[in-house]
Protein backbone atom coordinates (compact mmCIF):
# COMPACT_ATOMS: atom_id res chain seq x y z
CA UNK A 1 0.00 0.00 0.00
CA UNK A 2 1.53 3.59 -1.02
CA UNK A 3 1.08 6.65 0.84
CA UNK A 4 -0.51 9.23 -1.38
CA UNK A 5 0.05 13.40 -1.83
CA UNK A 6 -2.22 15.29 -3.10
CA UNK A 7 -2.83 18.65 -4.66
CA UNK A 8 -4.95 20.52 -3.77
CA UNK A 9 -5.96 24.51 -3.86
CA UNK A 10 -6.79 24.39 -7.48
CA UNK A 11 -10.27 24.92 -7.00
CA UNK A 12 -11.35 24.60 -3.65
CA UNK A 13 -14.14 22.86 -4.26
CA UNK A 14 -12.31 20.67 -6.45
CA UNK A 15 -9.46 19.64 -3.61
CA UNK A 16 -12.46 19.14 -0.64
CA UNK A 17 -14.20 16.80 -3.08
CA UNK A 18 -11.69 14.84 -3.79
CA UNK A 19 -10.31 14.84 -0.08
CA UNK A 20 -14.06 13.95 1.12
CA UNK A 21 -14.00 10.78 -1.58
CA UNK A 22 -10.85 9.23 -0.90
CA UNK A 23 -11.41 9.44 2.81
CA UNK A 24 -14.83 8.06 2.23
CA UNK A 25 -12.93 5.00 0.35
CA UNK A 26 -10.05 4.72 2.01
CA UNK A 27 -11.80 4.49 5.55
CA UNK A 28 -13.27 1.40 4.67
CA UNK A 29 -9.88 -0.43 4.63
CA UNK A 30 -8.29 -2.32 7.50
CA UNK A 31 -5.11 -0.53 6.67
CA UNK A 32 -4.78 2.73 5.63
CA UNK A 33 -2.29 4.36 3.73
CA UNK A 34 -0.29 7.93 4.63
CA UNK A 35 -2.41 10.65 2.52
CA UNK A 36 -0.49 14.17 2.52
CA UNK A 37 -1.56 17.20 1.11
CA UNK A 38 -0.10 20.36 -0.78
CA UNK A 39 -1.84 23.57 -1.26
CA UNK A 40 -1.14 25.26 -4.57
CA UNK A 41 -2.61 28.68 -5.78
CA UNK A 42 -5.88 28.52 -8.29
CA UNK A 43 -4.89 31.77 -9.28
CA UNK A 44 -1.52 31.53 -10.34
CA UNK A 45 -2.46 27.83 -12.47
CA UNK A 46 -5.16 29.18 -14.10
CA UNK A 47 -2.91 32.77 -15.25
CA UNK A 48 -0.29 30.19 -16.45
CA UNK A 49 -3.01 27.58 -18.33
CA UNK A 50 -5.15 30.49 -19.71
CA UNK A 51 -1.58 31.59 -21.44
CA UNK A 52 -0.76 27.83 -22.47
CA UNK A 53 2.48 28.26 -20.45
CA UNK A 54 2.73 24.43 -19.94
CA UNK A 55 6.18 24.92 -19.29
CA UNK A 56 6.27 27.11 -16.69
CA UNK A 57 2.74 25.92 -15.28
CA UNK A 58 4.96 22.65 -15.15
CA UNK A 59 7.37 23.97 -13.30
CA UNK A 60 4.90 25.60 -11.09
CA UNK A 61 3.25 22.41 -10.14
CA UNK A 62 6.63 20.81 -9.53
CA UNK A 63 7.12 22.44 -6.57
CA UNK A 64 4.38 20.89 -4.89
CA UNK A 65 5.17 17.02 -6.52
CA UNK A 66 8.98 17.79 -4.32
CA UNK A 67 7.11 18.90 -1.43
CA UNK A 68 4.94 15.46 -1.27
CA UNK A 69 8.37 13.82 -2.12
CA UNK A 70 10.28 15.25 0.11
CA UNK A 71 7.29 14.45 2.95
CA UNK A 72 7.25 10.58 2.25
CA UNK A 73 4.95 10.25 -0.97
CA UNK A 74 5.44 6.84 -2.64
CA UNK A 75 2.73 8.49 -5.97
CA UNK A 76 1.15 11.46 -6.50
CA UNK A 77 -2.07 13.04 -7.59
CA UNK A 78 -3.49 16.50 -9.03
CA UNK A 79 -7.28 17.23 -8.00
CA UNK A 80 -8.37 19.88 -11.25
CA UNK A 81 -8.54 18.93 -14.55
CA UNK A 82 -6.86 22.15 -15.99
CA UNK A 83 -3.32 21.99 -14.85
CA UNK A 84 -3.31 18.42 -16.52
CA UNK A 85 -2.76 20.25 -19.58
CA UNK A 86 1.16 20.44 -18.56
CA UNK A 87 1.17 16.63 -17.58
CA UNK A 88 3.95 15.39 -20.14
CA UNK A 89 6.65 18.10 -19.35
CA UNK A 90 5.32 17.06 -15.61
CA UNK A 91 5.90 13.67 -15.52
CA UNK A 92 9.06 14.12 -17.09
CA UNK A 93 9.64 16.34 -14.19
CA UNK A 94 8.49 14.88 -11.30
CA UNK A 95 10.32 12.41 -8.38
CA UNK A 96 6.91 10.92 -7.62
CA UNK A 97 4.48 8.64 -10.17
CA UNK A 98 1.68 11.08 -10.99
CA UNK A 99 -2.22 9.21 -11.29
CA UNK A 100 -3.24 10.71 -14.30
CA UNK A 101 -6.41 11.78 -14.68
CA UNK A 102 -5.78 11.99 -18.62
CA UNK A 103 -5.32 8.71 -18.89
CA UNK A 104 -8.30 7.73 -16.57
CA UNK A 105 -10.65 9.79 -18.60
CA UNK A 106 -9.37 8.15 -21.82
CA UNK A 107 -10.22 4.77 -20.62
CA UNK A 108 -13.13 5.32 -18.87
CA UNK A 109 -14.85 7.37 -21.54
CA UNK A 110 -13.71 4.65 -24.02
CA UNK A 111 -15.08 2.01 -22.09
CA UNK A 112 -18.75 3.74 -22.31
CA UNK A 113 -19.27 6.03 -25.06
CA UNK A 114 -18.60 6.74 -28.89
CA UNK A 115 -19.80 10.43 -29.23
CA UNK A 116 -19.32 13.32 -26.06
CA UNK A 117 -19.62 17.04 -25.49
CA UNK A 118 -17.26 18.36 -23.17
CA UNK A 119 -18.45 20.80 -20.35
CA UNK A 120 -15.30 22.45 -18.48
CA UNK A 121 -12.96 25.61 -18.73
CA UNK A 122 -12.64 27.02 -22.40
CA UNK A 123 -8.93 25.02 -22.66
CA UNK A 124 -10.54 21.28 -21.99
CA UNK A 125 -13.49 21.86 -24.04
CA UNK A 126 -11.31 23.45 -26.88
CA UNK A 127 -8.47 20.75 -27.00
CA UNK A 128 -10.89 17.72 -26.72
CA UNK A 129 -9.72 16.89 -22.86
CA UNK A 130 -5.58 18.36 -23.95
CA UNK A 131 -5.91 15.50 -27.04
CA UNK A 132 -6.77 12.42 -24.22
CA UNK A 133 -9.98 11.43 -25.89
CA UNK A 134 -8.74 9.57 -28.78
CA UNK A 135 -10.72 7.13 -30.02
CA UNK A 136 -14.13 8.74 -29.51
CA UNK A 137 -16.56 11.60 -31.51
CA UNK A 138 -16.14 14.82 -29.72
CA UNK A 139 -18.20 16.97 -30.59
CA UNK A 140 -17.69 20.85 -29.47
CA UNK A 141 -20.71 23.55 -28.77
CA UNK A 142 -20.97 26.38 -30.26
CA UNK A 143 -18.35 28.84 -29.59
CA UNK A 144 -20.91 30.65 -27.77
CA UNK A 145 -22.03 27.61 -25.91
CA UNK A 146 -18.75 27.17 -25.04
CA UNK A 147 -18.01 30.57 -23.54
CA UNK A 148 -21.08 30.36 -20.95
CA UNK A 149 -19.89 27.06 -20.24
CA UNK A 150 -16.52 28.30 -19.79
CA UNK A 151 -18.07 31.71 -17.13
CA UNK A 152 -20.39 28.73 -15.69
CA UNK A 153 -17.19 27.14 -14.69
CA UNK A 154 -15.43 30.22 -13.87
CA UNK A 155 -17.92 31.48 -11.53
CA UNK A 156 -18.29 28.04 -9.90
CA UNK A 157 -14.36 27.33 -9.22
CA UNK A 158 -14.43 31.35 -7.33
CA UNK A 159 -17.28 31.10 -5.60
CA UNK A 160 -16.32 27.27 -4.36
CA UNK A 161 -18.67 25.41 -5.52
CA UNK A 162 -21.85 25.57 -8.58
CA UNK A 163 -25.50 27.02 -7.58
CA UNK A 164 -28.62 25.59 -8.72
CA UNK A 165 -29.07 28.29 -11.47
CA UNK A 166 -25.53 27.52 -12.39
CA UNK A 167 -26.54 23.57 -13.11
CA UNK A 168 -29.89 24.77 -14.91
CA UNK A 169 -28.14 26.81 -17.23
CA UNK A 170 -25.85 24.08 -17.88
CA UNK A 171 -28.85 21.85 -18.07
CA UNK A 172 -29.88 23.67 -21.14
CA UNK A 173 -26.77 23.61 -22.63
CA UNK A 174 -26.51 20.07 -22.31
CA UNK A 175 -30.19 18.71 -23.78
CA UNK A 176 -29.49 21.02 -26.78
CA UNK A 177 -26.49 18.98 -27.88
CA UNK A 178 -28.13 15.87 -27.09
CA UNK A 179 -31.51 17.21 -29.40
CA UNK A 180 -28.44 18.92 -32.18
CA UNK A 181 -25.57 16.94 -32.09
CA UNK A 182 -27.29 13.26 -30.45
CA UNK A 183 -24.26 12.61 -28.33
CA UNK A 184 -24.05 9.93 -25.74
CA UNK A 185 -23.13 11.93 -22.58
CA UNK A 186 -21.54 15.08 -21.55
CA UNK A 187 -18.08 14.21 -20.09
CA UNK A 188 -17.78 16.48 -16.99
CA UNK A 189 -14.16 17.76 -16.92
CA UNK A 190 -14.64 20.42 -14.38
CA UNK A 191 -13.72 18.89 -10.87
CA UNK A 192 -15.34 22.16 -9.09
CA UNK A 193 -18.95 20.76 -10.44
CA UNK A 194 -18.89 17.44 -9.41
CA UNK A 195 -19.45 18.01 -6.10
CA UNK A 196 -22.93 19.75 -7.44
CA UNK A 197 -23.49 17.21 -9.73
CA UNK A 198 -23.29 14.38 -6.86
CA UNK A 199 -25.69 16.15 -4.69
CA UNK A 200 -27.91 16.64 -7.39
CA UNK A 201 -27.89 14.46 -10.53
CA UNK A 202 -28.46 16.05 -13.63
CA UNK A 203 -31.29 14.89 -15.95
CA UNK A 204 -29.03 13.65 -19.01
CA UNK A 205 -26.52 11.41 -19.39
CA UNK A 206 -22.86 12.26 -18.32
CA UNK A 207 -19.85 10.87 -16.70
CA UNK A 208 -17.38 12.91 -14.29
CA UNK A 209 -13.89 12.47 -15.47
CA UNK A 210 -12.68 13.42 -11.66
CA UNK A 211 -14.50 10.07 -10.57
CA UNK A 212 -12.64 8.15 -13.01
CA UNK A 213 -9.64 9.96 -11.68
CA UNK A 214 -10.54 9.08 -8.56
CA UNK A 215 -10.79 4.93 -8.51
CA UNK A 216 -7.65 5.45 -10.56
CA UNK A 217 -5.76 7.02 -7.55
CA UNK A 218 -7.40 4.20 -5.32
CA UNK A 219 -6.25 1.63 -7.64
CA UNK A 220 -2.76 2.87 -7.70
CA UNK A 221 -2.40 2.74 -3.72
CA UNK A 222 -3.92 0.30 -2.29
CA UNK A 223 -3.98 -2.29 -5.77
CA UNK A 224 -7.16 -3.76 -4.85
CA UNK A 225 -11.19 -3.48 -6.35
CA UNK A 226 -12.09 0.12 -6.90
CA UNK A 227 -14.55 1.33 -4.34
CA UNK A 228 -17.89 2.72 -5.46
CA UNK A 229 -17.19 6.39 -5.28
Known amino acids: MKSLGLV ?23 LRPEFI ?18 ADLADYMLRFLVVLEKAGCEVAAISAVTPHLC ?13 SLL ?13 VAIFGTRQTIESDLFGALTGVDVVRPRPS ?10 AAVDR ?7 LAELAVIANELFRREAI ?13 FDAHPPNYQYVDV ?20
Open 8 to 30: VGLGPAAGIFYYRQLVRALNKLP
Open 37 to 54: LAHADVGTARSLAAGSKT
Open 87 to 99: LPELRSLSPIPIV
Open 103 to 115: DAARDGVLDRMQR
Open 145 to 154: EIARIAAIYG
Open 160 to 166: FGATQDD
Open 184 to 196: DAVVVAGTDLSDA
Open 210 to 229: SILHLDAIYDSIVLSARPHF
